[in-house]
């Protein structure tokens, strides 16, 4: 009883929080997302010490960003992503290529051993589409160019992540597994690959056995399976479970009219999204930022963590021309949670000190921070620049 | 991430299998809702152990449940409530005295002691609503006296059973706290009272305020930070908080056109309601069903749970015409966890033993297992018998 109580109360904390911080955000014309981590920070450990992070709170917040990149690849054609998959290809590979190799050689000028600088250097490659994805979502910009090019290189970009750590974490295993390493890509490329190209069409023969197959089950609830579904298998592949989840939407984009799904899923997303962003307010160790002696490194790689992926990724979108340019650079800096994973995996093998981890972790603070703030204004005017599909829905707010 | 993946695993695990069993057993005419406990006892640890119950599996199950009390609680006007108060409070006060004495003579010629036996007894008082509020939402009878005259019975059932377990568990510490246990039921009562007579009024005035006051949330957030805060509320107070949510939905009832929730509380209901029954069948402790030592004692107390249940609620609901009084009793039988919660008291409290313990918990098990089936049996016809509220949705099922 005392248990369901705490949960409970929690759960109404966070959500009211959210909805509460989001409201005012949006009334200041900034992005309610902002709100939505500062009430995680205000409710979190540093501040109020109200909600504790635990298995609940994280579990809600893993369903709720699944739930989120979900929604966004139900906005997303799978032949308009395809249309920009050469430019795509070369935003990520330049957005891995140029934070990998700036971090790593900053680090190394500022004295630290190889291994480390190759660690932070990795550490700086994956973007987390959550929050670009939001703002993008609920500045309903989902059906522009800017917007599928950041989608595809967010894919891209997770597979070439993962190769980078897989093969920096055998560097300091001592183990190079050059096979096992080609399988495990070959899969996730297979794996994505797959879906792309007929996850569409496998799933426009579905709807019409629906019916005879599962008379009693809708196809809110078949979708539903196949965005969990693809999400567990993502995430055995060794991709992020988000990208298996937007796969999921992708797949469907195309029928959405007959499946008739959207209402549905939105409602479940403004239930459960907000819960991904407070838990990552919770989650930021506000403590880091105290620490003077590693702050200033520490803001060194922010600025690091910025300049390289606009202009990495910026140099690539160039062909859009200098704004869009511009916005996709900024669209891929933020970093998440990705960067404190991979930070982890070096502090588990030894390979890294506390201080790096630190360095790490106030780059994912001051990036998480920042990037919604650059974001809207970065993308402001984007919806009068170019052809906007209409009816993209707001994700988490407005919808009296 | 390996964490991650597996929170994923078990939520994509419960959520198909809830809904492949559900929908087999829609096919077999049997209540979806045997389908999902029978899943969480398949995925369960006496069956694959692919499932264990956690913390994160609970907390998904309580806000599934409280989804489905909020969705039956709008389904329900305060003043249809009303007009069956006199004959709930009898209902409710004959299923209360009639199991709790029984139950506590049955136990003493047994041979049990005073205090097992009155612990007994007050164990099998306390009427968990869920299985049925699931099968008459289903059924789509929710609009009929019998629904309404369950539902009224349920709340007052619950203030009772906490008296109850209050009064029992003071007597075996030998602290009998007349004022503090007086305040608590009054507390109880304020809280019922407040939100039955004024709530919907209250709502009522909200609504024009909304746009001004939150112009960028929507009616939906609102009546969830609603059901979520009075759910914790009467978690506080002492009740269940599945009555919190369900006054909750009470509250809105009167004004469900106008806030125009319903879809979206409903798409909620289909993704989480499922976890609630999933893990119930999940922690049906099998394993007490194997002890032939106890089997015998625990089966007789089964056969008083359903009879003194059926004969005192039936008792009381006579005037009601005996198929409806049937209806009525029956509706009532199930007991779910909070019989469990009683044990547990005892048994903590050193007042019951490990056997009775387990006789508490088969009654459980079998009264969960076999209400279903009874209830969608008993309610068959309820419809075409009295005028069903038109409209009143399906919950976790059927809406392509």
């Known amino acids: 009883m005392v248990e369901t109580t705490h949960l409970l109360l929690e759960l109404f904390l ?27 920070v205000v409710l979190g450990p540093y501040v109020l010490a109200w909600v504790a992070p635990s298995q609940f709170t994280s579990g ?16 997303t054609k799978p032949r308009d992503l395809l249309q920009v998959g ?32 190759v660690f932070t250097g990795t550490a700086l490659v994956a973007t987390s589409v959550g929050i670009t994805a939001r703002v993008m979502a609920d500045m309903k910009i989902l059906g522009t160019r800017v917007a599928r090019v950041i989608l595809a290189a967010a894919v891209i970009d997770d597979v070439l992540g993962m190769l980078l750590l897989a093969v920096v974490s055998s560097l300091s ?26 996850g569409s069409r496998v799933v426009g023969r579905m709807k019409p056995r629906l019916d005879t197959m599962a008379p009693h089950n809708s196809a809110f609830v078949l979708a539903m399976v196949a965005c969990l579904g693809l999400s567990v298998a993502a995430s055995f592949i060794g991709i992020a479970a988000i990208i298996g989840a937007f796969l999921a939407g992708l797949a469907i984009a195309d029928h959405r009219e007959a499946w008739a799904i959207e209402g549905k899923v939105q409602a479940l ?18 403590k880091t930022l ?27 979108a ?57 974001l809207s204004f970065v993308f402001k005017g984007l919806s009068k620049d170019q052809a906007s599909s209409p009816g993209a829905p707001s994700i988490g707010a407005k919808s009296l």
Chains 1, 2 share one sequence.
């Open 86 to 117: 050469v430019l795509a290809s070369s935003v990520a590979t330049l957005g891995v290529v140029v934070p990998f190799i700036t971090g790593w050689l900053v680090m190394r000028a500022l004295g630290n051993s190889t291994l480390e600088s």
């Open 290 to 316: 105290g620490d003077r002696r590693i702050l200033g490194m520490a803001l060194l790689i922010v600025v690091v963590a910025v300049l390289t992926k606009l202009i990495g990724c910026g140099l690539a």
């Open 14 to 40: 966070i959500f009211a929080a959210a909805k509460v911080m989001g409201e005012l955000f949006e009334r200041l014309r900034q992005p309610a997302v902002i709100g939505e981590i500062l009430a995680g």
């Open 269 to 286: 997303g403004e239930f459960l999204v907000p819960f991904f962003f407070v838990v990552m307010g919770l989650q930021l160790n506000l």
């Open 173 to 198: 295993n001592g183990r190079t597994q050059i096979f096992s390493l080609t399988v495990v890509v070959l899969e996730a490329v297979a794996f994505i690959g797959l879906i792309v190209f007929w």
């Open 60 to 75: 809600l917040a893993e369903i709720g960003v699944i739930l989120l990149l979900f929604t966004v690849g139900l906005e």
């Open 318 to 374: 160039l062909p859009m021309g200098p704004r869009d340019a511009l916005r996709v650079g900024f669209g891929m800096v933020p970093r998440g949670e990705v960067g404190i994973i991979v930070a982890l995996v070096g502090l588990q093998q030894g390979t890294i000190s506390d201080a790096i981890y630190s360095v790490v972790l106030v780059m994912t603070v001051v990036t998480t921070l920042l990037s919604p703030l650059l």
